[in-house]
Protein backbone atom coordinates (compact mmCIF):
# COMPACT_ATOMS: atom_id res chain seq x y z
CA UNK A 1 0.00 0.00 0.00
CA UNK A 2 1.11 3.22 -0.72
CA UNK A 3 -0.52 6.06 1.31
CA UNK A 4 0.56 9.76 1.03
CA UNK A 5 0.55 11.86 4.08
CA UNK A 6 0.85 15.88 4.92
CA UNK A 7 3.57 16.63 7.63
CA UNK A 8 1.73 19.54 8.88
CA UNK A 9 -1.78 18.02 8.63
CA UNK A 10 -1.36 14.24 8.71
CA UNK A 11 -4.94 12.72 7.87
CA UNK A 12 -6.31 10.84 10.97
CA UNK A 13 -8.41 8.32 8.73
CA UNK A 14 -5.25 7.38 7.09
CA UNK A 15 -3.36 7.54 10.51
CA UNK A 16 -5.53 5.04 11.87
CA UNK A 17 -5.64 2.54 8.72
CA UNK A 18 -1.47 2.60 9.48
CA UNK A 19 -2.05 1.87 13.05
CA UNK A 20 -3.83 -0.92 12.19
CA UNK A 21 -1.84 -2.65 10.15
CA UNK A 22 0.78 -2.22 12.61
CA UNK A 23 -1.17 -3.92 14.96
CA UNK A 24 -1.70 -6.38 13.09
CA UNK A 25 2.20 -7.61 12.72
CA UNK A 26 2.20 -5.37 9.22
CA UNK A 27 6.00 -3.33 8.50
CA UNK A 28 5.96 -0.04 7.44
CA UNK A 29 8.55 3.21 5.70
CA UNK A 30 7.77 6.21 6.94
CA UNK A 31 9.43 9.74 6.79
CA UNK A 32 11.13 11.30 9.59
CA UNK A 33 13.13 14.09 10.25
CA UNK A 34 16.37 12.96 8.47
CA UNK A 35 16.31 9.48 6.30
CA UNK A 36 13.08 7.53 5.68
CA UNK A 37 12.91 4.87 8.01
CA UNK A 38 11.48 0.46 8.03
CA UNK A 39 9.73 -0.31 11.55
CA UNK A 40 6.83 -2.17 13.07
CA UNK A 41 5.50 -2.49 16.60
CA UNK A 42 8.33 -2.93 18.66
CA UNK A 43 5.31 -5.91 20.96
CA UNK A 44 5.43 -7.85 17.35
CA UNK A 45 8.22 -10.08 17.75
CA UNK A 46 7.74 -12.06 13.66
CA UNK A 47 7.43 -8.07 12.37
CA UNK A 48 10.86 -7.39 14.26
CA UNK A 49 12.46 -10.92 12.99
CA UNK A 50 11.00 -9.59 9.23
CA UNK A 51 12.83 -6.29 9.45
CA UNK A 52 16.09 -8.18 10.47
CA UNK A 53 16.05 -10.54 8.01
CA UNK A 54 14.90 -7.73 5.48
CA UNK A 55 17.94 -6.16 6.76
CA UNK A 56 20.12 -9.37 6.89
CA UNK A 57 20.88 -8.74 10.35
CA UNK A 58 20.91 -11.15 13.88
CA UNK A 59 17.89 -9.17 15.77
CA UNK A 60 19.58 -10.46 18.59
CA UNK A 61 23.26 -8.91 17.88
CA UNK A 62 21.57 -5.71 16.08
CA UNK A 63 21.71 -2.31 17.65
CA UNK A 64 17.98 -1.33 16.60
CA UNK A 65 16.60 1.51 18.14
CA UNK A 66 13.06 2.61 18.39
CA UNK A 67 10.64 5.80 18.45
CA UNK A 68 8.87 7.28 21.30
CA UNK A 69 6.23 9.99 20.84
CA UNK A 70 7.03 12.12 23.76
CA UNK A 71 9.73 12.32 26.56
CA UNK A 72 7.06 10.79 28.98
CA UNK A 73 6.58 7.85 26.78
CA UNK A 74 10.88 7.50 26.34
CA UNK A 75 11.03 7.72 30.34
CA UNK A 76 8.94 4.48 30.67
CA UNK A 77 11.60 2.55 28.63
CA UNK A 78 14.36 3.55 30.40
CA UNK A 79 16.25 3.37 33.96
CA UNK A 80 16.21 6.98 36.15
CA UNK A 81 17.64 9.36 33.87
CA UNK A 82 20.03 12.30 35.16
CA UNK A 83 19.28 15.52 35.27
CA UNK A 84 21.43 16.69 33.02
CA UNK A 85 20.70 14.26 30.52
CA UNK A 86 16.93 15.01 31.41
CA UNK A 87 18.06 19.20 30.36
CA UNK A 88 19.64 17.53 27.23
CA UNK A 89 16.95 15.50 25.96
CA UNK A 90 14.23 18.29 26.73
CA UNK A 91 16.21 20.72 25.02
CA UNK A 92 16.43 18.70 21.50
CA UNK A 93 13.62 16.70 21.34
CA UNK A 94 11.87 16.64 19.17
CA UNK A 95 14.74 16.13 17.03
CA UNK A 96 16.99 14.55 14.76
CA UNK A 97 18.75 12.46 17.42
CA UNK A 98 19.27 8.79 18.78
CA UNK A 99 19.70 9.08 22.22
CA UNK A 100 21.54 5.70 23.80
CA UNK A 101 20.32 5.22 27.02
CA UNK A 102 20.26 2.86 29.75
CA UNK A 103 17.12 0.19 29.12
CA UNK A 104 15.06 -0.77 31.48
CA UNK A 105 12.93 -4.38 31.99
CA UNK A 106 9.87 -2.79 29.34
CA UNK A 107 12.06 -2.65 26.31
CA UNK A 108 11.68 -6.10 24.86
CA UNK A 109 14.58 -8.90 24.92
CA UNK A 110 14.97 -8.43 21.35
CA UNK A 111 16.55 -4.60 21.63
CA UNK A 112 18.24 -4.61 24.76
CA UNK A 113 22.16 -5.53 23.56
CA UNK A 114 24.88 -7.09 26.16
CA UNK A 115 24.90 -3.38 27.50
CA UNK A 116 21.76 -3.31 29.03
CA UNK A 117 20.98 0.11 26.99
CA UNK A 118 18.97 1.24 24.07
CA UNK A 119 18.82 3.68 21.03
CA UNK A 120 15.73 5.92 21.14
CA UNK A 121 14.32 8.87 18.73
CA UNK A 122 11.42 11.12 18.80
CA UNK A 123 12.26 12.47 15.38
CA UNK A 124 10.34 15.96 14.38
CA UNK A 125 7.87 14.87 12.28
CA UNK A 126 4.20 14.93 13.52
CA UNK A 127 3.29 11.98 10.64
CA UNK A 128 5.49 9.31 12.62
CA UNK A 129 4.73 10.71 15.67
CA UNK A 130 0.81 10.64 15.42
CA UNK A 131 1.20 6.81 14.58
CA UNK A 132 3.27 6.06 17.51
CA UNK A 133 0.68 8.15 20.12
CA UNK A 134 -2.21 6.10 18.80
CA UNK A 135 -0.33 2.66 18.18
CA UNK A 136 -0.13 2.81 22.20
CA UNK A 137 3.74 1.37 21.94
CA UNK A 138 7.03 2.67 19.96
CA UNK A 139 7.89 1.95 17.09
CA UNK A 140 11.53 0.00 15.77
CA UNK A 141 12.86 2.72 13.61
CA UNK A 142 15.78 1.30 11.27
CA UNK A 143 17.10 3.54 8.27
CA UNK A 144 15.60 2.76 4.45
CA UNK A 145 19.47 2.08 2.34
CA UNK A 146 19.83 2.92 -1.31
CA UNK A 147 21.36 0.07 -3.53
CA UNK A 148 23.59 2.80 -5.05
CA UNK A 149 26.86 2.94 -4.17
CA UNK A 150 27.08 6.56 -4.16
CA UNK A 151 24.05 8.06 -2.49
CA UNK A 152 23.75 6.14 1.23
CA UNK A 153 20.00 7.05 1.75
CA UNK A 154 16.91 6.84 -0.89
CA UNK A 155 14.74 10.52 -0.72
CA UNK A 156 12.29 9.62 -3.06
CA UNK A 157 9.44 7.86 -1.56
CA UNK A 158 7.98 6.87 -5.04
CA UNK A 159 11.39 5.16 -5.59
CA UNK A 160 10.94 3.71 -2.11
CA UNK A 161 7.65 2.02 -3.10
CA UNK A 162 9.26 0.74 -6.20
CA UNK A 163 12.21 -0.84 -4.01
CA UNK A 164 10.23 -2.24 -0.86
CA UNK A 165 6.19 -2.58 -2.32
CA UNK A 166 6.37 -6.43 -2.34
CA UNK A 167 8.29 -6.93 0.96
CA UNK A 168 6.58 -4.15 3.55
CA UNK A 169 2.81 -3.15 3.59
CA UNK A 170 2.96 0.00 4.16
CA UNK A 171 5.06 3.09 2.35
CA UNK A 172 3.72 6.40 3.60
CA UNK A 173 4.89 8.97 1.09
CA UNK A 174 5.68 12.31 3.75
CA UNK A 175 7.34 14.06 0.68
CA UNK A 176 11.28 13.97 -0.21
CA UNK A 177 13.67 12.26 2.78
CA UNK A 178 17.15 13.63 3.80
CA UNK A 179 20.24 11.77 3.11
CA UNK A 180 21.87 12.69 6.31
CA UNK A 181 20.76 10.21 9.30
CA UNK A 182 20.62 10.97 12.98
CA UNK A 183 23.04 12.42 15.44
CA UNK A 184 23.90 9.51 17.65
CA UNK A 185 24.19 10.22 21.42
CA UNK A 186 25.40 7.74 24.07
CA UNK A 187 23.97 9.00 27.03
CA UNK A 188 25.17 5.91 29.46
CA UNK A 189 27.58 7.36 31.72
CA UNK A 190 25.85 10.52 32.93
CA UNK A 191 26.97 12.91 30.39
CA UNK A 192 26.46 12.98 26.71
CA UNK A 193 28.93 11.98 23.87
CA UNK A 194 28.26 12.20 20.07
CA UNK A 195 29.39 8.90 18.95
CA UNK A 196 28.27 9.70 14.99
CA UNK A 197 27.59 12.76 13.79
CA UNK A 198 24.94 13.50 12.03
CA UNK A 199 22.46 16.02 11.55
CA UNK A 200 21.34 18.47 13.74
CA UNK A 201 23.68 20.07 16.57
CA UNK A 202 23.20 19.01 20.62
CA UNK A 203 22.22 21.92 21.99
Given at each position: ????????????????????I?????????????????????????????????????????????????????????????????????????G???????????????????????????????I????????????????????????????????????????????I??????N????????????????????????
Amino acid sequence: MYLKLYNDNPDPRQIKKVVEILRAGGIIIYPTDTVYGLGCDITQNKAVERIAQIKGVNPKKHNFSFICHSISQLSEYTTAIDNSVFKILKRNLPGPFTFILPANNSVPKMFKNNKKTVGIRIPDNRIILEIVEQLGNPILTTSVYDKDEILEYTSDPELIYENFKDIVDVVIDGGYGDNVPSTVVDCTNGDCEVIREGKGVLK
